[in-house]
């Protein structure tokens, strides 16, 4: 234990006393704003506005076309059909010409049959659809006129129906639209958490058993201590630089929203405009619905929560770190991990993907199936803790994944022992599995 505990220190003071280390850990949060905010940017860069000709023979869309940001509608006389349509081609400024028959005998079929948009250059297919919805809605509108159906009718008829559920075997479960977004966004974030965590630092982990591997330090390293322990010192000192850096990031994550929220009260007091701009952004009414999210957020069980995310997370991790510690180990370079990390990375990838249905059915056969299988467990359980989760299922889960673990260490330890020291040999499946009952 004494030398676990020596090589575990050395691996977690290296890693971060890294100049590289503090400024991404630094960094990192700004990057990942920065990108989102660039890729909103592109899709706004993209966005184009469109101009078209309007020639409405039916006589039902005039003033009910409305222009917004990205379409605008001109109408213009029946008489310019042709002489608009013949010069369509050499028009700069207008995209297409939109041309509605005549509507006889309230046949709205016929209308829809016989409207035609002619365009002089490629529009957006997003473009398509707004033209698509716009007609659509005016025509909807028409149809019930001819019905005779008021307003509040139609009003009436689009009412959703609001259904009141209760679980009665969970009295604090709240099972309404924005209970399940929230346990939804919730279980999303620490699946991936754990996700990107196993990824990322195993493959830190076999990268550093390689660089030591190839500078020939391990053959210096060996002499001292056994291959498990120096192995077991790698993980947990990874472990703990990863551990480092998420509690940095939380704890800029937290302060962030404190600031946001501060900034926000001021706003509100400070903002141009005087009262009116006010109470547009109060309309939102993000204090009711804060509020809202922390009754739910309190009535789950965060104790169960945390506890099942940091066993799963811990034990996930050790389990596919030894994985990548014994492939680091039996090979000379990166190139040749690529036929090994498939092992490593299919099992975690069918997790997260499949933990995508347990958002819809959290109590279903695939989301069990995954959460108990130990190689799926550590990002399906997780995913599954927000929506409520037997006990014993739970404890199940967690004797297989502990009982995975260590035997996965065992067969890591044995490959690590002998790949460790073995150069130039391209180990193949074949070659494992003699270390492997060796």
Known sequence: MKNIFLITKREYL????????????????????????????????NESSSTFNVIDKS?????????????KYVFVPQENERALTETLKDMTGI??????????NN???????????????????????????????????????????????IKDLDKNFELYTKNIVD????????????????????MYAVFMFIIIYGVRVMRSVLE???????????SSVKPFELMMGKILGVTLVALTQFSIWITMAVLGAI????????????????????????????????GEVSHILLDMNFPLIIFVFIVFFLLGYIFYSSMYAAIGSAVDNETETQQFTLFA??????GMYGSFTIMNNPEGPLGFWLSIIPFTSPVAMIARIPFGVPLWEIALSMILLIVSTLLMIYIAAKVYRVGILMYGNKASMKELWKWIRS
């Open 59 to 71: 006589g039902i869309f005039v003033g009910q076309l409305k222009n917004d940001k990205n379409i």
């Open 345 to 350: 990375i299919i099992p975690l990838m069918l």
């Open 95 to 104: 995209e297409g010409l939109l041309m509605i028959p005549e509507l006889r």
């Open 107 to 153: 046949n709205f079929d016929e209308l829809e049959k016989g409207s035609k948009l002619l365009i002089n250059k490629k529009i957006g297919f997003d473009t398509k659809l707004s033209v698509i919805a716009d007609l659509s809605r005016i025509i909807k509108k028409e149809k019930i006129k001819t019905l005779g159906i008021s307003e509040s009718q």
């Open 212 to 222: 030591e591997k190839n500078n020939r330090v391990v053959e210096i390293i060996i």
């Open 14 to 45: 290296t890693q971060v006393k890294k100049k590289s280390f503090v400024i991404l850990t630094l960094l990192a949060p700004i990057l990942m704003i920065g990108f989102g905010a660039l890729i909103a940017f592109m899709f706004k860069a």
């Open 171 to 190: 009295e604090k479960s709240t099972d309404n639209d924005l209970s399940f977004g929230v346990k939804s966004g919730l279980s999303m974030v620490l």
């Open 259 to 290: 600031t946001l929220n501060t900034g926000f009260s001021a706003m509100q007091n400070q903002i141009p405009g005087g009262e009116q701009s006010a109470e547009m952004i109060q309309k939102f009414d993000f204090k009711q619905m804060a």
